[in-house]
């Protein structure tokens, strides 16, 4: 049998670039306001998220996934919105987890819900966790979460996530220039000598509601600058191409870090993920001012494998025609696209 992700089954968009990864959002609410994603003013008691009859049924995105799948997707990723605000999400992951070619399934959270919810994820099939810690300092990161967030209980779920059998545990820290720079430091002095990986993510113009400016931005040089002069560490090659972050390690064997250069170094050469809404839509890059909405198709009104072939047919139709590289032409497409698809729909 032909592995999904062999070159000879995979679609591949005008660029040559095949599909390998898909970012699911369960979920388009957030038990956190962190103030670059949504804005607590803006998304006040009276924003109006989906009604629940409007999110994709773990039926529906399993076909999504499958038809992914299909073409050359091996890796899944849940996330949101807070993806653990989405009831029986373990039942989800073990039916992805069933489906053929998907060898890796991995989780991007908060944190907040993760402790209870864990085992259960993980004997359901989850292999990696991401969540996201921009500060170590308990009332920032309150501030940073729109007032929400518990640091003591966030960092209990790392400890807990490192002492499972998960594969990978991530940090993923947001820098910004002014904000929580002071916190590059602690979060590395915390997690040396342990396996879990901090991500430094340079602070991307995703949206519009978040008022993003060039000034706002710290880039990978100047983190991995600040780095050095405390601890010596070196680059890594990627594990496999396509990887997002840029790899580093502490020459002294206390571990690695990692860099998410869309800014400074965009990497959309080998860009292969897509991204699926939790209304349904199909994006094909996360700053895209439109998404293609397979709903309908998954309700109509005909049988199962008719919607099942139809939508394989589309899902390559939508990657076929891909021509995304908006971080690499960033200055010239900033200011003509102003309605870009906010973080929180898709989950970055
Ligand atoms: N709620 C979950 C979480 O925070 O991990 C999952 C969804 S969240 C949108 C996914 C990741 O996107 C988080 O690590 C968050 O910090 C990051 N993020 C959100 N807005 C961003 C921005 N403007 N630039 C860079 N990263 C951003
Ligand atoms: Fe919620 Fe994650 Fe966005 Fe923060 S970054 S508001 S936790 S979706
Ligand atoms: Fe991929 Fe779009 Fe990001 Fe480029 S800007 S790496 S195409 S998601």
């Known amino acids: 049998m032909k592995h999904s992700g062999d070159d000879s089954q995979s679609v591949r ?3 040559g670039r095949p599909v390998r990864d898909l970012r699911i959002s369960v979920m388009d609410t957030c038990n956190y306001r962190c103030p670059y994603c949504m804005p607590a003013d ?10 629940p009859h409007e999110r994709l049924s773990f039926d529906e995105i399993v076909m999504v996934a499958e038809a992914f799948a299909a073409h050359g997707v ?15 999400l373990p039942e989800l992951v ?6 053929e070619g998907i060898e890796d399934i991995a989780l991007t959270t908060n944190g907040l819900l993760l402790e209870k919810q864990l085992p259960a994820l993980i004997e359901a099939g989850l292999q990696r966790v991401t969540i996201s810690l921009d500060s170590l300092d308990a009332e920032q990161y309150r501030r940073l979460s729109g007032n929400r967030g518990e640091l ?3 960092l209990g779920a790392v400890e807990q996530a490192v002492s499972s059998s998960l594969k990978a545990v991530k940090i993923n820290c947001v820098v910004q220039r002014g904000v929580n720079e002071d916190q590059i430091i602690p979060l590395l002095q915390r997690f040396r000598h342990t396996p879990v990986v901090v991500r430094f993510i340079e602070y991307m113009d995703v949206g519009n509601k978040n008022d993003w400016q060039p000034g706002q931005v710290l880039s990978a040089a100047d983190i991995l600058d600040r780095i050095q002069r405390h601890w010596p560490v070196q680059a890594l090659k990627p594990n496999y191409r396509g990887e997002v972050a840029a790899r580093y390690a502490y020459t002294d064997g206390a571990g690695e870090i990692g860099f998410i250069t869309s800014i400074s170094q965009p ?27 397979v709903r309908p198709l998954l309700r109509a009104d005909i049988p199962v494998e008719e919607r099942r072939t139809q939508l394989q047919h589309i ?7 891909r021509s995304d590289r908006y971080s690499e032409k960033r200055d010239a497409l900033r200011k003509q696209r102003d309605k870009k698809i906010e973080m929180y729909v898709i989950g970055g």
């Open 13 to 15: 968009d005008t660029l």
């Open 42 to 51: 803006k998304f006040d008691e009276n924003y109006q998220f989906l009604r």
């Open 74 to 88: 091996n890796k899944l990723r849940l996330t949101g919105g807070e993806p653990l605000l989405r009831k029986n």
């Open 94 to 99: 073990r039916r992805l987890a069933s489906i």
């Open 152 to 154: 003591a209980v966030v």
């Open 267 to 293: 990497f959309c050469g080998d860009c292969s993920r897509a991204r699926l809404s939790a209304d349904g839509r199909v994006y094909t890059c996360l700053f895209s001012e439109h998404g293609h909405d």
């Open 315 to 321: 899902i390559a139709d939508i990657w076929r025609q």
